[in-house]
């Protein structure tokens, strides 16, 4: 079966080590960490080395640091931030970083253009990659005002800067749903982010972040349907629970909420598809 993994988004208000100990809790051996979460690590100045050592105390694997944003506009800021966040991937003992595109409706790049800022962001984040010996794990955002929505262009990118051994994409179960994408790369893809929206009165160019629960009955995203798809065609990664909403980063016990999605997770392994 898939490893279980847990994206720091879980509990964002929780520390590392109270984070690291809900997964050691829940039986999890793969987090992602972020440098996103105000007052906890990374942003709240943890260094690397404190991250690996909490990580390996507990048999913890770190999957990702989530996320650089927005990966595709390359500057010469964007050259440092990326820099900086691989070198700390590295040093902390993450196998790769997360890198999502530019989510802006204000951005109004025609497809050309779009896809030459991606091209040159690839081409200029691969031998950094390289070096450190980690993974980009890219991730479209099917938001309608995201200018990376479709896999099927991360694939082209990448093998057109002939990059296939350092990028791999992240197939997120919401975002595939939001941008209407069928395709299905699971040979390319490295990491799954789960998560679940249950209000089926939400049309779905309307579906936010903060739609974004823990997968139960009533999701509407077919991600059982989805992880099938996904280990049918030969996915063996870790699928890592990354829900947004309120009601699931206020929860007062993540832990039973984790438990019951995982378990119903864990059925789509073994349930063979209709």
């Known amino acids: 079966m898939n ?22 809790a829940l039986g999890v051996t793969d987090v992602e960490i972020r440098n996103e979460l105000p007052g906890v690590a990374i942003s709240d100045g943890t260094p690397p080395e404190t991250v690996r050592r909490e990580a390996e105390a507990r048999g913890l694997s770190i999957l990702s640091i989530n ?7 390359w500057t010469t800021e964007r050259a440092e931030q990326a820099a900086k966040l691989i070198d700390y991937a590295a040093a902390c003992g993450a196998k790769g970083i997360v890198m999502c595109p530019l989510n802006d409706a204000s951005y109004k790049a025609d497809t050309p253009e779009r896809l030459r800022a991606l091209l040159e962001a690839l081409t200029a984040l691969a031998p950094l990659l390289r070096k450190a010996g980690i993974i980009g794990f890219l991730e479209p955002l099917g938001f309608p005002e995201s200018s990376l929505r479709f896999k099927r262009e991360a694939v082209q ?6 990059g296939a051994d350092v990028f791999r994409l992240v197939h997120d179960t919401f975002h595939h749903h939001v941008a209407g994408e069928t395709a299905f790369f ?14 089926a009165g939400v049309a779905r160019d309307d579906m936010k972040d903060a739609h974004r629960v823990l997968v139960d009955a009533d999701d509407c ?11 049918t065609g030969g996915y063996t990664g870790p699928l890592s629970f990354e829900p947004f909403a309120d009601s699931v980063s206020g929860s007062s016990d993540i832990r039973t909420l984790l438990t019951n999605s995982i378990a119903l997770v864990r059925q789509a392994e073994t349930t063979p598809a209709r």
Do not use: K
Request: aromatic fraction near 6%.
């Open 157 to 162: 990118a990448i093998d057109a800067v002939d």
């Open 221 to 231: 995203l077919d991600n059982l349907g989805q992880i099938r798809a996904l280990a």
């Open 3 to 24: 490893a279980i993994g847990l994206n720091h988004r879980v509990a964002p208000t929780a520390g590392l080590t109270e984070f690291f100990e809900l997964a050691v």
């Open 186 to 199: 699971p040979e390319r893809t490295g990491l799954v982010h789960v998560s679940g929206v249950v209000d």
């Open 67 to 73: 996320a650089l944003y927005p990966f595709n506009i």
